[in-house]
């Protein structure tokens, strides 16, 4: 999403309601212009993906469009309910490792040092570089380091515990390009089509926060890290690296 570190311009919510359909046409026209791009649909600030990349480089995607009145215009987020999955599995080993640092630990580890990298000619020190402490191996963790031991959890968790995942809308009213909208959608690609998909989705549910009653099939998950799964494709790293956050 584009607002995502915008904190200084009030909601969007909040405008008068001229200065919120000004906005929308202004939406309406970049959706125009870029039509050949697009399709006329929505807008994005994101090159579409090659028809030709690996479904698990195209898992996400944040793109713009208008809502059904002349009020409304939507900053979306879509995720695929795979990379969903992945992030749960994440977070949930992330809190069991972290859980088992006492404090002293805790700030070793999520700790660092910066060094000036540029300084202007008066002095001032306009960039840093950032300086993290070489990885502790702990004891707790069998004599891994914290990255180390998350990535068995994340496998742990995968195989034994799977996440529980639902396809959803959630609105967040504090973006002040638009209203903010994360969505996670059981597709296996994030492309123009998946996109025009899930906007008839939302419509068709009333512009409003909506989580599916049912969960997305197991057999419809990954079986393996994100990581795992990237390796198997033998992408250049730098492929890797844009293929899925």
Request: glycine share 4%; with cysteine.
């Amino acid at each position: 999403m584009t607002d995502r570190f915008d904190h200084k311009r009030r909601p969007f919510v909040t405008l008068p309601r001229h200065r919120r359909s000004d906005e929308v046409v202004r939406l309406k026209g970049r959706i125009r212009r870029d039509a050949a791009v697009y399709g006329g649909r929505y807008t994005s600030y994101h090159v579409p993906p090659d028809p030709d990349r690996p479904d698990l480089c195209c898992q996400w995607d944040d793109f713009q469009f208008p809502g059904r009145d002349r009020f409304t215009w939507w900053n979306a987020e879509m995720i695929t309910a795979r990379l969903a999955f992945w992030y749960a599995a994440r977070d949930a080993a992330f809190d069991r490792a972290y859980a088992q640092l006492d404090a002293c630990e805790q700030s070793r580890e999520f700790s660092h040092e910066t060094v000036p990298a540029t300084v202007s000619p008066t002095g001032e020190v306009l960039t840093v570089w950032m300086i993290w402490k070489k990885p502790a191996r702990y004891e707790q963790f069998g004599g891994l380091t914290f990255s180390e031991y998350e990535d068995r959890l994340k496998a742990q968790i995968i195989r034994d515990e799977p996440p529980v995942i639902h396809e959803s809308f959630r609105m967040d009213r504090s973006y002040s390009n638009g209203i903010g909208l994360r969505i996670v959608l059981d597709v296996d690609r994030i492309d123009r089509p998946s996109i025009e998909a899930a906007i008839d989705r939302f419509f068709a549910v009333g512009e409003t926060d909506w989580q599916s009653p049912q969960p997305v099939p197991r057999d419809r998950l990954p079986t393996v890290t994100k990581d795992e799964a990237l390796k198997a494709l033998d992408l250049p790293w730098s492929a890797q690296l844009v293929a899925v956050r």
